[in-house]
């Protein structure tokens, strides 16, 4: 167990289990594929904050969050919260959870299940305003909010792309990413020569000393 | 405060501690029930305005230690208003059994209507009983809590072997309670909450600040963590530790019957 005071991350795990639960319930196509997951116990480290916590599918509608679980996970992942921030936004977690530092216990396959199921999670916003604010008001601020998040997906996605082509062609601060592939070849390339070079060396010398023993 | 901070390792004589005073000991029983009979109505409403609602984080982090399974028997020991058992009546599902236990009939007739409220009542029994003399059979229960009551039974020691005899082996006991601040000045701080604005609080939303100032008297009276562990230990409880939460204002203590 953590070093964290219970109440404090028992605080925060309250929060976030009733926000992911309010999300769940406002994804009926999430149903399924969660109630397939029902009963699976993921434990996950977060080696940056010193954090340990359990995730328990507890049904279709339900997730529970825990800071203390006795029972065997399904799954059991450690890594740092840049590891994690990567898995959960990533279109191919199997890629992430290879290529990464994150170390994996147990079986991948309800991790990946849930992930994919969370990064596909079409979450209707609209139901909860319109059944506090009625039919037309409800839709019209739900519309209303669904062009500000178009227009800042839209405003995101243009920045990363004129920052990516100043970083690249104005201030030549970056390498293109091909330019920086082809260097990491080179560089693999040259420490495999270097490796290949040093078991020489050694044969050789271990051949040197059995010759001088010999004599 | 601190000093004031009775070790309870039981007392001698014939007396026992009702908040600061020395009261005889067949009368206490009586005297923490006529407190809880008064504050029974609004007990939870006071709870969240005495801890900001942090009593709730408390408790869900004393229902992650006790690890419930399904098909299991709990006890919840001064369970009163029944926001413990109607936690564990979900986590042990149909199979499973929850008593729900307090020596005061209007605190459990509160928890009671309140569980059938929340449609919580099925797998749940209400047992008014003595924490000390418990009308259970040996070894018949999973897991015990007992949630902000032990400080106000007579005979904390015989309160533990009582729960002792009932746990089966293996079963474990989780002590929910107020207890000593880790840090001197938090200490101070909090002396100063429980006695000046506690009684105040409860003058304003109970219409009984002489209860309130019980409950705060009896906190400091309350053994503090290595106290309470040594005490579990005496029982015969294995295994024994303790988590401080909220800098040590709360503590709850684990054991398990060998």
């Known amino acids: ?215 | 405060m601190s000093e004031d901070r009775a070790n309870t390792a039981e007392d001698n004589d014939n007396t026992t501690d009702f908040g600061f005073t020395r009261v005889d000991r067949d009368a206490k029983a009586g005297m923490v029930r006529g407190v809880f009979d008064s504050v029974a109505s609004r007990y939870d409403l006071m709870n969240d305005l005495m801890s900001g609602g942090i009593h709730r984080l408390w408790k869900r982090f004393t229902i992650e230690l006790c690890a419930v399974r399904p098909g299991q028997t709990i006890l919840d020991i001064a369970g009163g208003t029944g926001d413990l058992a109607a936690r564990f009546s979900r986590l042990v599902g149909q199979d499973g059994k929850v008593i729900l236990a307090d020596i005061n009939a209007a605190m459990l007739e509160v928890g009671r209507d309140r569980l059938i409220d929340k449609g919580a009542s099925d797998n749940i029994e209400v047992v008014q009983a003595d924490a000390q003399y418990l009308p259970f059979a040996d070894n018949s229960i999973d897991c015990i809590t007992i949630a902000f009551g032990l400080r106000n039974v007579t005979d904390k020691a015989i309160a533990l072997q009582s729960m002792l005899r009932v746990l089966r082996p293996g079963g474990r006991l989780l002590v929910l309670e107020f207890s000593k601040p880790t840090s001197p000045l938090l200490g101070k701080i909090y002396d100063q909450y429980s006695f000046q604005i506690l009684p105040a609080m409860g003058r304003l939303v109970a219409q009984d600040a002489d209860s309130y100032r019980y409950l705060a008297e009896s906190i400091r009276k309350h053994p503090d963590q290595e106290t309470l562990l040594a005490m579990m230990a005496d029982a015969g409880f294995v295994e024994s530790r303790y988590h401080n939460m909220t800098g040590g204002i709360v503590a709850v203590h684990q054991g398990f019957k060998a």
Request: with cysteine; aromatic share 4%; hydrophobic share 45%.
């Open chain 1, 1 to 215: 167990m953590t070093q964290h005071d219970p109440a404090l991350l028992s605080a925060a795990l309250a929060g976030a289990e009733r926000a992911m639960n309010q999300a769940i319930a406002l994804s009926p196509t999430s149903h399924q594929a969660l109630g397939g997951l029902s009963g699976t116990l993921l434990g996950v480290e977060v080696t940056t904050l010193d954090l340990t916590l359990y995730i328990k599918m507890v049904d279709a509608t339900e997730v529970r969050l825990m800071t203390h679980c006795e029972d065997q996970t399904d799954a059991f992942v450690r890594g740092t919260l840049e590891d994690f921030g990567a898995l959960a936004t990533s279109e191919d977690p199997a890629a992430i959870l290879i290529n990464s530092s994150i170390e994996l216990q147990g079986s991948s396959h309800s991790l990946i299940a849930l992930q994919q199921v969370v990064s596909r999670m079409d979450i209707d916003w609209e139901a909860p305003l319109v059944d506090a604010l009625g039919d037309v008001m409800g839709h019209q601020i739900a519309e209303g909010l669904r062009s500000v998040f178009r227009w800042g997906e839209g405003a995101r996605a243009s920045l990363k792309r004129q920052v990516s082509e100043y970083l690249l062609e104005e201030g030549r601060l970056t390498p293109p990413k091909a330019e920086l592939e082809h260097f990491y070849d080179a560089v693999q390339s040259l420490a495999m020569r270097v490796d290949r070079a040093q078991n020489q060396v050694e044969k050789l010398l271990a051949k040197a000393a059995l010759k001088r023993e010999t004599q």
